[in-house]
């Protein structure tokens, strides 16, 4: 699955190209724009990016994640060399510490990247401050040529900037 990425002038012509990549074939729920004002999207009856789309709270969690599962192999490595009395070296109680490592830092990295713009959509943060909007297409890789002809052809105003997976890389960054 890929995320197209459009650069749109207002929400007027959002709606066409809405329409236009309905026709097309694309699901409506595959199209999502967003905006720095929420009410012109509310206004306009165009789907809003979800919180996921728009900040980095799914990025960051899997980092989060992937933080945890390391914290808790040192946390294994420092038990093993210091060996406390107290400790009961059961596989019981390593699958609970992975476990509590693992979804702490994954909460505490969702908790964080909630208060961050998605790593994505974050290079075109000032145009969507000059009131354009950012629309997003999920297509399959079939669809990529056929729906980047068709916008360029019969909406060359709609600026293409970019094609990303649709799935989030915890590696990558804006």
């Known amino acids: 699955m890929l995320q197209l990425q459009y650069l749109v002038n207002n929400d007027s012509e959002g709606k066409v190209l809405d329409h236009d990549l309905v026709e097309l074939g694309i699901q409506s729920d595959n199209i999502h724009f967003v905006a720095n004002d929420q009410k012109v999207l509310t206004r306009s009856g165009l789907h809003a ?4 789309e728009e900040t980095d709270m799914l990025h960051l969690g899997i980092r989060g994640a992937l933080f ?3 914290t808790s192999v040192v946390f294994f490595v420092l038990l093993l060399v210091f060996r406390p009395i107290d400790w009961q070296a ?3 109680n390593y699958l609970a510490a992975f476990l509590l490592f ?6 505490l990295g969702g908790v964080i990247g909630l208060h961050f713009e998605n790593y994505k959509i974050s290079p075109f943060h000032q145009l969507l401050k000059q009131g354009k909007l950012v629309m997003l297409v999920y ?4 669809q990529e040529q056929i729906v980047r002809r068709v916008m360029s052809k019969k909406h060359p105003e709609a600026q293409f900037l970019a094609t990303r997976e649709a799935i989030d890389n915890p590696f990558m960054s804006a």
């Open 90 to 92: 059961s596989i019981v």
């Open 68 to 70: 945890g599962v390391i």
């Open 139 to 142: 297509i399959t890789n079939e």
């Open 49 to 52: 990016a979800s919180t996921i």
């Open 102 to 107: 693992t979804v702490l830092f994954s909460w």
